[in-house]
């Protein structure tokens, strides 16, 4: 923006600038001029003729025509409209300054006066500010001639006053056009904004609700995109009703941030949700903003084991390939052989590479896992590491996504410190609990749990990490991905 004559370098937003000022407020403020000055003078005149005082009649005529010509000329040439303020203040000034008559008492005189002062200043804060800076100092200069002129004795304190008026004013102008324009550019920025979102989000699957306390009711103001999860908009809250967080409903864990959202006023932001809904797992991600009641956003994310891949590209497939063709050559490696403990190196990663990519593809086969067996499996993958197994005969079985358990048990394995690990299995009323005994790195092994929340809910209900245990609860039934499909089966409605 020009910070002298407070335009828009871009010529495109300043014309949108002076569209948005024409048809806002422009044209609806000289059309009101118009026609009140029109019924002014036509008041005036009419009253001049009753009185028999024929003085300045025909300048008050005249200036009822130009009303009514100006009145048709703007609204057919929106490009006068500037002009035709200035022409109009200009005029009904020149006129109300030489053109007065003393029919009036000095009661009167003082009222006429502030409502000219008052539509000068509706019209030069309807225009631009060089118009504006133009009519200030032009109407005043006017006003200081005549008065020099028509006065016996000069005064000239009202000089001095009108001159500091004039620098006031021009200041005052600069900073409400300034002012408006930098409101016209942040809204504007903001709608791009709004559109660039918009775009963004357009895949995104939301829903945004109020929460009225004094009603105890939900209201949606919008949904995007859940159409794929839910037939009905408010089976978004019967799902969050019946879905489950460590124990909790998402709801009541909503509605506990609500009220400490209305104690303190803090807005929860991003807050990420693995939650369960019977036999499914889903991932939220919720924020609760201010406004007249809470304003609530749940995302709901989408992850790459929430979508199957369909077709892998040629590399993907040949080097999947590769990579079981090398670890069945691995598999024939005995511990006689030279270089034995590089080769198990080398078969573990392309082990764990090749149950992340099932992870990935979301090969989530549920079977029953026998856990003598596993766990001789993990040991021959580890013969550096003395493990040991506690509670653990040939007869026990779990019913698990296996490639997500054989990852993990992989992963805690790859980062325990030292050769010792002690493995036990409890079950108690059909809930199987796996512990590692042990010194781990917890920072590493924190942080890659964390990247596989998701797939780890599947299978376990909780864990726990310490730098000395780990802790893991197995759902009864391993989870699956949630889907519209399940939830049509639990009557969410």
């Known amino acids: 923006m020009n910070k002298y004559q407070l335009s828009f370098k871009d010529k495109e937003i300043e014309q949108m600038y002076q569209t948005k000022q024409h048809n806002e407020l422009r044209i609806l403020t000289l059309n009101i001029i118009s026609i009140g000055l029109f019924v002014n003078y036509f008041v005036i005149s009419l009253n001049s003729v009753i009185m028999n005082r024929f003085d300045f009649l025909f300048w008050k005529l005249l200036m009822m025509a130009y009303m009514l010509v100006q009145y048709y000329a703007v609204n057919k040439y929106p490009r006068l409209l500037r002009l035709a303020f200035i022409l109009t203040n200009h005029l009904n000034s020149i006129l109300y300054i030489f ?3 003393d029919q009036y008492t000095h009661e009167f005189d003082i009222i006429k006066g502030a ?12 225009g631009e500010f060089l118009d504006a800076v133009f009519s200030i100092l032009s109407l005043n200069l006017i006003r200081v001639i005549y008065g020099i002129m028509h006065s016996d004795i000069q005064f000239y304190i009202p000089h001095v006053t009108t001159a500091i008026l004039i620098i006031y004013f021009v200041f005052f102008f600069y900073k409400f056009h300034y002012a408006r324009r930098s409101q016209f550019l942040l809204t504007l920025i903001d709608s791009q904004w709004d559109n660039i979102l918009s775009n963004l989000i357009r895949k995104q699957s939301y829903v945004i609700f109020t929460f009225e306390e004094d009603q105890l009711h939900y209201s ?3 949904i995007n995109n859940c159409g794929q999860f839910f037939f009905q908009n408010q089976d978004v809250f019967s799902f969050l009703r019946e879905s489950n967080y460590q124990g909790k409903t998402v709801e009541s864990i909503i509605l506990q941030d609500i009220k400490l959202f209305q104690i303190n006023h803090q807005k929860r932001m991003n807050i990420d949700l693995i939650c369960q809904f019977h036999k499914e797992i889903f991932h ?3 924020s609760i903003y201010s406004g007249q009641n809470p304003t609530i956003l749940i995302i709901f994310k989408q992850h790459s084991m929430s979508r199957r891949k369909y077709k892998l590209s040629n590399f993907d497939q040949t080097y999947n390939n590769f990579v079981t063709l090398f670890l069945k050559v691995l598999n024939n490696i005995t511990p006689t052989q030279p270089k034995y403990q590089e080769y198990i190196q080398i078969k573990r990663q392309l082990f764990l590479f090749k149950l992340l990519n099932f992870i990935q593809e979301r090969q989530f086969n549920q079977k029953l896992v026998n856990l003598s ?9 580890y013969p550096e590491k003395k493990i040991f197994y506690e509670s653990v005969d040939g007869s026990h079985q779990i019913k698990t996504i296996s490639n997500i358990l054989y990852f993990f048990q992989m992963i805690v394995l790859e980062n325990s410190i030292g050769r010792g690990v002690k493995i036990q299995y409890k079950s108690q009323q059909q809930i199987y609990t796996l512990t ?3 010194s781990f790195n917890f920072n590493k092994l924190k942080f890659v749990v964390s990247k596989l929340s998701y797939p780890l809910k599947m299978i376990f209900y909780k864990f726990n990490i310490t730098a000395q245990r780990i802790t ?3 759902h009864q039934e391993p989870l699956i991905p949630f889907t519209k499909l399940h939830v049509s089966k639990y009557h969410c409605n």
């Open 115 to 126: 409502n000219q002062m008052g539509m000068e200043i509706i019209i030069v804060l309807s």
């Open 373 to 381: 067996q596993n766990l001789a499996s993990m040991a021959s993958l």
């Open 220 to 222: 949606i103001k919008q």
């Open 472 to 474: 893991c609860e197995f």
């Open 99 to 101: 053109a007065s008559d």
């Open 284 to 286: 939220i991600q919720y």
């Open 436 to 438: 590692f005994f042990g």
